[in-house]
């Protein structure tokens, strides 16, 4: 299998480099980049000098696959040719996750290129939409934000078990911002630093509520989303803050019980997501495309508080990218995705 | 005046001294540590080099005021005896926070050694309470996660416009966990990481409550308040969640006026409480006495949320004590903590 | 006496700001801006809020002195008109360091605008040339590595105690950038790594040079100084390597000990350079004016290792600039820049 | 092939088991501790919770190969009694990394255990030693420093074109300092901060000298090695300084040439030794196994300067151990090394 990365420059670009490199399975044959046209990916990226490549302008040849690490609207742009070809697409953008139009363009400030084409892309969130995405020619790859705030809340709201009013507090590294300069990225301004941003609404918010609706019929969340930037450069920790409906589960320690004993069977045999019992760290997945879950309650108050925590270039981008290509083309989920996180 | 520090040699402690050197009215005159003694207090800690004391076991001679730095229990021992020769005492631990004696045996796990003065102890958290500080021989110096927390949620609270749900979302520097060591302040373990702790219920959660319920009769806050370790020294940011009650403000853009206004009103005059209008970040606090406060609304769900921000162990700690020493002897308020904020 | 700072906006500009706001003698009345004109200092700047000025275009109205802190050659060009209306003017560009217009034209590529004020400028490095700097109009401000270095090396080759052959290794903290953006000071790229930069001559390298030489009559240094980045915000520490001349002190311990006397006498008394005898720490003079020196050697090797730091903003920058403002005006030397080290 | 790792609970330890567990020839059938026997791998390492192991006191059964990530002297006294069962040992500490007893004794402070066993050990640096290693049962894993140190210079002490007095500036993350708790690794004290340490000599300079005279017949390293310890957890990056001996190279850019042309003829062909041509950052390291090796020269002093870099645990620690375990059982020296680097 072959497959291609459109704009490579990026960091979720070289992280889609770093592990295709490692799958078994697929030959990373070319890599595309607006900046940087004609260097090699090793000039550029010294990290990568063991992958023999040139960065070109365009793909050409034939591939089986692209991944497309462009910005939105840029992406939709680059992918609906490659897709008028035959080519299946995952696409780390923005621009195929929301199912609605008006929405996209409320949120991105400009009309869909192709509205069409939301209906047929899949939400690759993997564990959720895992039979629709093993059928699709386009897959719109989740945010990293909305990765670990829906994992962490999906096994309640199925379950019916809690109120609409929700607060998903997130703390993030400063790599999600990604290699464009900013004084938000500045390095002296963001070490020994800390704060909230897009505190008017971030453009994963839609996309969170969008997937938060579909897992029971009737469920209206009602959900304010605060993301932090914090001075490390992987990882997002989010802290998932909701109500227990009045007797939804036994009162006490047995609530809690239940509580674990429902995410744990909700996650069942899944490879990568990591239901646990003691308060997470963002450090356990780094590199790894794990997403690690802790479920609790306040029993004080009767919240259910859910903390998830994943690496926001792996399972919150590149990661997740591959895993949903792995399904795509009917290779085992986990192929390329072996390599466990980097500790300390 | 003269003053003494017990316990100088945690960071409460030393930022005591590096504050204490330069009031213009008091004199540091003796500082004891339960290690070191005997030590010069320059070279224990080099940045204290120009302050000409030797660390002492005990407090002897005369002082007209103590701030005490030590742990819970080990405070309450050491200060009884000192308030009983009508030394004033300014106390960072919490060993006189909590009004309720039972409450501070739940939490800490021993009896309080004197029970009676918790009812003549005065919470310090200044702008709250300045009148019965000024009139008090023993200050019980907030801690830091409920300084930031307080201030945030007080004017809403006072005004009556929001219901008791809360969440309170805290992330903090590594500084507050103090300089004893522990593999959760091991560089390595906590450089490129973030995760909340205390899940179960940290020990300032009852200082909270106690506090938001005095600020308005009959209000009984049903609190989730999670901290969680960031790297970074320095610093503590709390995002506050909590619904405005049902046609409390106006409706959009109109009851964001009105809230912004509610908080500058009730901080007007404040010499260390900013009350902003864009979203804060620790590092605009870093070595200063005051604390920032950004009150803004979720449009969407109609909640109050609330970012403040501090750094722990200036306003968070010995800044926050100094300022209510000023007040205890008739100094103005803000001397010898004019000192602006380190950046970058 | 009247100060304004011409370039407010860069991190020196503002730590410039930050200082003079709590010196006793000076009042801050006037700060320029390239950018953010029209600004309020502290609407660009949170940390600055206690400041009331507006950021004004150009210097008008009567100062005392100005502080420059635009970057090369704007600097020179801003500076002259303000030197001819008699104003005392204080660099912190690198326009007036180098004596030889020549080799100013080498490293900065470009002729210099008026070489008849290198002449006339003083050095300001304040602890060697104090006596000159009483005196003058025009005191150009040491870039942030020579200060360190020259300070680390000068007791040695004023005794002759040195070879010529030496080496300056630094390692900075990523403030010394500057708040301009670029790829290696982005977040993400600096933290948890290190390199050196500037390999083939870092442009400090002729003014360390032209400094040493001054310190003994024929003395030619042959210098290799390489600097390097390491994820801080603020700091530089030198290690400073040249042989001991054969017999220049005693052999062994001895030599040591004549080696630190040395030191200790050639900056007896100096209320910012700081001899140690243990290996010292930037954190320690974090926010702080002094530079720490500590002299030891390598008794394997005859070599003499000098290690010293300091906070590049302000004895490295801002904080020298006020040093020498000081002695310019006959104020007290240590006038505003009394504020011990933040720590931790 | 079964392999045991002894200490699996210090940071080497781990960083083994992360490796071990993707080797496709190996099998960790093992692993021991010191702390933490009876508890389950993932449990005490959520980050190798794919490995399903309990960690357990002692080696017993049948392995291959233990690689031993005790500490000095812990470490000789675990490993003798399975060199005598005949199983190959790759050893991490310092035990048999000197083959003069009486230095051991001179730089550990007790007596060899076994001396005649410093006879048979093997250097393991792998590049300079293959031969012996494959041949070997027992390796000396090269100190994290030594490893970047040696491959820095090696090349130009082999072609006998540098003098003997040189300076080695090493810049190390925190990792290296392990897992065990001290002041010096506390987050608060380390992060912001840079200092030199063992300034008197540290252990790792006569294993460095040790082997710089082997490359040469008669040559006497005169050296300078001086660490620094950064705020980072992984990565070393050294700093060699060495002058050229007069006449060694062309004068001026040829001489570079030269210089550049050598370093990579050393090394060509090596699969975890890259000569680059700009100045390499740790970050390009970062949980791969290479050493980067940037040769320069400083053509105003005729200097060499080598900057090589690394990271600590892996080419510094665990990488190069697997690497030496390959050699000694004849499978390909790259097996299980293949990741590349984690970038940013």
Not at 44 to 61: C, K, N, Q, R, T
Not at 227 to 245: A, E
Not at 286 to 306: A, E, K, Q, W, Y
Request: with cysteine.
């Amino acid at each position: 299998m072959k497959a291609a990365i459109v704009n490579v420059t990026g960091y979720a670009g070289v992280e889609l480099a770093r592990l295709l490199h490692r799958h078994p399975e697929v030959q990373l044959t070319q890599v595309t980049g607006r900046s940087a046209v004609g260097q090699r990916l090793g000039d550029a990226f010294p990290h990568l000098a063991d992958i023999d490549l040139v960065i070109e302008a365009e793909v050409s040849g034939s591939v089986d696959v692209v991944f497309s690490a462009l910005p939105q609207i840029a992406s939709a742009e680059a992918v609906i040719p490659l897709l008028e070809r035959g080519i299946k697409v995952v696409d780390i953008s923005a621009d195929f996750r929301l199912k609605d139009a008006s929405q996209y363009e409320q949120w991105y400030g400009v009309a869909h290129p192709r509205p069409s084409l939301l209906e047929e892309a899949v939400y690759g969130l993997t564990e959720l939409n895992r039979g629709e995405i093993r059928g699709s020619a386009l897959v719109a790859n989740p945010g990293c934000y909305p990765t670990g705030a829906i994992l962490a809340l999906a096994p309640a709201i199925r379950a019916g078990i809690v109120l609409e009013d929700m607060v998903i507090d997130s703390k993030s590294g400063v790599s999600g911002a990604g290699r464009g300069l900013s004084l938000s990225s500045h390095f002296s301004e963001v070490n020994e630093n800390v704060s909230a941003y897009s505190v008017e609404g971030h453009r994963h918010l839609p996309e969170i509520v969008q997937e938060l609706r579909r897992l029971r019929r009737g469920f209206e969340p009602r959900l304010t989303f605060l993301p932090h930037l914090i001075p490390m450069t992987r990882g997002i920790l989010s802290s998932c803050y909701v109500l227990l409906k009045d007797g939804a589960v036994a009162s006490g320690a047995a609530g809690l019980k239940e509580v674990r004993a429902l995410y744990r069977d909700f996650y069942r045999g899944e490879p990568f997501v990591r239901v646990v019992e003691e308060s997470p760290m963002t450090k356990h997945t780094l590199g790894n495309n794990s997403c690690i879950v802790f479920p609790t309650v306040d029993l004080r108050t009767n919240r259910l508080v859910v903390i998830s925590c994943l690496d926001n270039l792996v399972k919150g981008a590149a990661g997740q990218a591959i895993q949903n290509m792995n399904l795509m083309f009917g290779l085992p989920e986990t192929a390329g995705l072996e390599q466990l996180a980097l500790y300390p």
